[in-house]
């Protein structure tokens, strides 16, 4: 008896230190995004020292006119539109990798981006409008709806019997490769012009940033991220095996195909405004996972925050590789996104999957 109790305060101690680093890990992911944030409105093809920045973003009447428009038309709207995204893609993949047991489940590799760039290219090439009353905006509309077809297809398809985990990734690398084929045909025989705006708009970019559409992506984050934050008991359970979930009382099949709806909204909507933005989905959830762990209390925010860091830092590199020029941000995610994805699959053997 004596050993139990000198044993049960040693483990509390522990805990209570493992709590308070992650507390501290999520507190510095924090500081370190308002960072980001603060250098990417500050860089543009008028470059302001970050002091005046901050300055007008947190006392406006203190700066002068233009200097205010720039930051608060122009810049924050980008800038913010980057960490919304970024949360949004990466809590997806998070999400995806955690009710399928793959670490490399994301909607990237799943097939939803893919689904959106077929759905804009429709609209850019053939002037189709999946949606006829909302013509002004068929481009993010038809990307959308397009993600959503595929992510209810993927939806529907595990609600069968005998589906399982393995079948349903396939079939997400089966949507990518058919609608990449559906995409280089609109290519072919698109205009110059046409082909000129869908290869832009595949490469990913927040040049078309407005306030509307970050409160859009912002208002899904905010109803998507309670309802994880309500089952984050469930879900950590999850990863420890089907069989061992169950025996908790966890609805394995149910959480699988409400997560699952959750995370289609989430990569449906940001997709359908900047295009596609490949790897955030991966990579976040991954720095998320080795600094947190699996506990879903703390990395479930750890990988909005970081896939929100990794955007906007992103952004920051997008302006700063060319002075007066902004690099489609799709193109960058892929640079970083390639060697950690071929890591990620040499190294999928490890014990922690």
């Given amino acids: 008896m004596a050993a139990v109790t000198t044993d049960t305060p040693t483990h509390a101690v522990r805990y209570r230190g493992l709590v ?5 890990i999520l507190t510095g992911l924090a500081l370190l995004l308002v960072l980001s ?3 990417d409105v500050s860089l543009g093809p008028a470059r302001y020292p970050l ?4 300055r007008t973003i947190f006392a406006p009447s203190s700066s002068d006119i233009q200097m205010r428009v720039v930051i608060w038309e122009i810049r924050m709207p980008m800038a913010l539109l980057a960490i919304t995204v970024g949360a949004s893609l ?7 990798q955690t009710i399928l047991a793959n670490p490399l489940a994301s909607p990237f590799t799943l097939g939803l981006s893919a689904a959106a760039s077929f759905g804009a290219a429709l609209a850019m090439v053939l002037g189709v409008a999946l949606f006829p009353a909302a013509v002004a905006l068929m481009v993010p509309i038809n990307a959308f709806a397009m993600a959503m077809a595929a992510s209810l297809l993927i939806f529907g398809l595990s609600t069968l019997r005998g589906v399982t985990v393995e079948t349903i990734v396939l079939l997400g690398i089966a949507l990518v490769f058919s609608f990449n084929a559906a995409l280089a045909l609109l290519q072919y025989f698109a205009s110059e012009q046409a082909l000129s705006a869908v290869v832009f708009w595949t490469m990913g970019s927040l040049t078309k940033a407005t306030w509307a559409k970050v409160a859009v992506t912002a208002g899904i984050l905010l109803i998507c991220t309670p309802l994880f934050a309500r089952r984050a008991w469930a879900l950590t359970a999850i990863r420890l095996g089907e069989t061992r979930a169950a025996a908790m009382g966890v609805p394995v099949k149910r959480l699988r195909l409400e997560a699952l709806f959750l995370v289609s909204l989430l990569a449906a909507v940001p997709v359908s405004f900047v295009g596609t933005i490949g790897f955030i989905g991966i990579v976040g959830p991954h720095v998320a996972r080795l600094l947190l762990g699996e506990d879903q209390r ?4 750890g990988a909005m925050l970081c896939g929100a860091v990794i955007l906007s830092a992103t952004s920051v590199l997008s302006k700063a590789i060319l002075p007066g020029a902004v690099l489609p941000i799709g193109i960058i995610t892929a640079l970083v996104g390639v060697p950690f994805f071929a ?3 040499l190294t999928k053997g490890r014990k922690s999957w």
């Fill in 90 to 96: 990466s809590l997806a993949g998070a999400q995806m």
């Fill in 51 to 54: 002091w005046d920045v901050m």
């Fill in 37 to 39: 944030l603060a250098v």
């Fill in 20 to 24: 308070a680093r992650r507390i501290v």
């Fill in 343 to 345: 890591a990620l699959i």
């Fill in 298 to 301: 703390f990395f479930l925010p």
